[in-house]
């Protein structure tokens, strides 16, 4: 009795095993089935997911009476992370956090948000021109009062010289990766070329945005 009562439990037992594997597997299938269709999305329309966020962004944008720059948080958002992961602003280290901390794209959009903001009123206080707010974003409010110093404009030039002066403070963090091919070579702190790429995000989210007035009107 005492031997049928051991076998019909581990029959249980292994059935329960095995059908919470079962649903790992499922789960884990459905993941991957999902960033295959995000991918296959991304390649039909790379600005698919940074769009999914546009209510989102427009409404912490409203909370500081900024919500005209709309389309530019969505041109960063598109170059950080073209929407994905669950820091999809890349913005865990204007918090004082390591990469990816943050893993809820809401706290995301919300600290990217007042990372943008606080550059925005610092290099206005400074009198820089809007590329520099812009490429700020990336290299930090250090870089406003590099630009400041140097004639108030941003320029690549600029940009480079400064990500120069902070990889000697530190170039043993600052050595893109140890990759001398890589294309920020030396300069490895920022992107030199942040501005220029975001920019070029901008004109399809400021058309985007167009079509959609005209559509209205």
């Known amino acids: ?56 962004i427009r409404k912490e944008l409203e909370k500081y009476d900024i919500d005209k720059h709309t389309d530019v948080l969505l041109a960063l958002m598109q170059q950080e992370s073209k929407g994905l992961g669950g820091d999809p602003m ?4 204007s918090a004082g956090l390591p990469p990816n901390t943050i893993d809820d794209p809401e706290e995301s ?12 009123q610092y290099g206005e206080n400074k009198n820089v021109d809007f590329s520099t707010v812009i490429q700020s974003y990336n290299m930090g409010k250090g870089y406003i009062d590099f630009v400041h110093e140097h004639g108030g404009k941003h320029s690549e030039d600029l940009a ?13 963090v600052y050595d893109c990766g140890g990759n001398k091919d890589n294309f920020r070579y030396p300069y490895c702190y920022g992107d030199f070329t942040y501005h220029t790429k975001v920019a070029n995000n901008l004109k399809h989210f400021a058309s985007a945005e167009q079509e959609e007035v005209s559509v209205a009107e």
Not at 90 to 93: F, K, M
Not at 110 to 120: A, E, I, P
Not at 161 to 169: E, G, H, W, Y
Request: hydrophobic fraction near 40%; proline fraction near 4%.
């Open 1 to 56: 009795m005492k031997k049928r009562k051991k076998k019909m439990w581990a029959i249980k037992f292994f059935s329960v095993i095995g059908l919470a594997l079962l649903v790992l597997m499922k789960i884990a299938n459905d993941d991957q089935l999902l960033e295959k269709k995000e991918k296959v999305l991304l390649l039909t329309d790379p600005y698919s997911k940074v769009n999914e966020y546009k209510p989102m």
């Open 90 to 93: 890349q913005a865990s280290e």
């Open 160 to 172: 480079k010289k400064f990500s120069l002066i902070q990889v000697k403070k530190d170039p043993d």
């Open 109 to 120: 959009v919300r600290q990217g948000v007042k990372h943008f903001k606080n550059v925005l």
